[in-house]
């Protein structure tokens, strides 16, 4: 059973930034690709960056290169943290983010969040003024 945990959502204005981080608990060590996703009011499913836990390979949606990065700690055997450092947000970032595991490396469909195994509730990200 894996259990995917996010926090760090928040307010903020227009330019600055928010880290987000998702805890990720499994029972056995596995190959997985880790992703973030948002969701916008009125909009669809994006997804925004993503990290293959085994050699770190990092990959992210055109919207945000240069702005967001993707990191992980995964010191702990059964645990894997990945965080989302958001820099200079804009109006478009604001939305919930999710965090989704997929078992495995990171697949071609990346983007594609019907095949990921598991999903976080979401954490909000404001973007105001």
């Known amino acids: 059973q894996v259990q995917l945990v996010e926090s760090g959502g928040g307010s903020v204005q227009a330019g600055g930034s928010l880290r987000l981080s998702c805890t990720a608990s499994f029972d056995t060590v596995s190959s997985a690709c880790m992703t973030w996703f948002r969701r916008a009011p009125n909009k669809g499913r994006e997804g925004v960056a993503a990290i293959y836990n085994i050699g770190g390979n990092t990959f992210y949606t055109d919207s945000v290169k240069g702005r967001f990065t993707i990191s992980q700690d995964n010191a702990k055997s059964t645990v894997n943290t990945v965080y989302l450092q958001m820099r200079d947000l804009q109006f478009e970032d604001a939305g919930m983010y999710y965090c989704?595991?997929?078992?495995?490396?990171?697949?071609?469909?990346?983007?594609?969040?019907?095949?990921?195994?598991?999903w976080g509730e979401g954490t909000q990200v404001t973007v105001s003024s």
């Open positions: 989704a595991l997929y078992f495995g490396r990171c697949p071609r469909q990346l983007w594609l969040g019907s095949i990921y195994n598991y």
